[in-house]
DNA sequence: CAGGATCCCCACAGATACTG
DNA sequence: CAGTATCTGTGGGGATCCTG
């Protein structure tokens, strides 16, 4: 149970795009600002989901160009329409994982399986 | 998109965990009545699937014995807390998904890569 | 009927190194 | 700064066959 999403028994898009989504809830961010953010994730992994997320229409990327470069991702209004449900699995999840995780240690006589829940 | 979970942004649990508690929510089912609502799984996966749902406490199995076997899962309240999570989930996705379909198929710049979503 | 046992594959993700 | 390129592994999921 090191890595916190292991913990979480969603998954929206890929791996990261839940916790992306929620970077950008409040407004337009960097990419660094991203990798901050999410000192778990690398760089590539970043790139491909914000990739991800920008062909689906969840996040928009903008490009200032100039150097140092500088490129900002925001959300579009549909990926703005995942917040609710994100925020649904989150209270879901504050509400009843300790529940999930006391039912699992009870039960430790299933070996092991390590789902992503 | 031959798969119709491909076309999900999101999943819980186990890819198939979602379809097993929609499944489930009617009542009790058979372990060969889950395998008859959902052909797409193989019965390892699907053992699998209750496995892991019964170690989280999502489901119960109850072995009514005799031969031939008969054996029933049914949802716990921990499980059914997931109903509205999954109704959340569906409702989006029905008012969404075009719009990510279309947003995929304008940006066929990007190659393809088939996330989960 | 309700599975267990095996074998296999590849998509996801991580590490590391390099670049306009 | 904002990525790309490359290599690698791992485990979730599928196919197939077998059994109490």
Redesign the interface.
């Known amino acids: 149970m090191e890595c916190p999403t292991s913990a979480i028994?969603?998954?929206?898009?890929?791996k990261w795009?839940a916790m992306v989504v929620l970077c950008l809830e409040d407004g337009p961010r960097r990419f660094t600002e991203l990798r901050a953010a999410l000192p778990r994730v690398t760089a590539k992994v970043l790139t491909?989901t914000l990739?991800?997320m920008?062909?689906?229409?969840f996040a928009r990327r903008t490009d200032h160009g100039g150097n140092p470069p500088h490129v900002e991702y925001a959300l579009t209004p549909?990926g703005r329409?995942?917040l609710?449900?994100v925020d649904?699995?989150r209270e879901?999840t504050a509400?009843?994982l300790d529940?999930?995780l006391?039912?699992?240690a009870a039960?430790s006589a299933?070996p092991r399986?390590d789902?992503?829940?």
């Open positions: 028994p969603f998954r929206i898009g890929d795009t491909e990739r991800a920008e062909r689906d229409g549909l329409s995942l609710a449900l649904a699995v879901w509400r009843h529940e999930v006391a039912h699992r039960d299933v399986r789902t992503a829940l």
